[in-house]
């Protein structure tokens, strides 16, 4: 009857590059994040019609602990009432998460090929 091998497999490169890996992804789905409200702040701002330039001056993108986000209106009284009339930012919002999902798997992949 034969006896039964013992097999031992060295992950330690493969830890190694994980490690890079999962931190070059931390790193860079910030950097996503911004680059992602840069263009939906974008969005808004050519689909909101200007006047005196006040609310599309209020889109910004700002840090956040998750990232990034995307501000609008603030300090502009009339802010909402022409989103009700144009939909800029309900538009912008909804076409987010597919930015976003997209976005993140470009990057991914981008990471995975460096790794």
């Known amino acids: 009857m034969p006896s039964a091998g013992h097999v031992e497999v060295d992950t330690a490169a493969f830890d190694q590059s994980m490690r890079r890996f999962l931190a070059n992804v931390d790193r860079s789905s910030t950097d996503t994040a911004q680059e992602t409200c840069s263009t939906i702040a974008d969005n808004i701002r050519n689909h909101t019609p200007v006047l005196t330039g006040r609310l599309v001056g209020s889109v910004d993108v700002v840090r956040d602990k998750d990232g990034a986000a995307v501000t609008y209106g603030g300090g502009v009284p009339y802010a909402g ?3 009700r009339r144009t939909h800029a930012v ?3 919002v909804n076409s987010a998460a597919p930015t976003f999902t997209k976005a993140m798997q470009s ?3 981008k990471e995975a090929r460096r790794a």
């Open 107 to 109: 990057m991914t992949d």
């Open 81 to 83: 009432k022409i989103e």
């Open 90 to 92: 309900a538009n912008a």
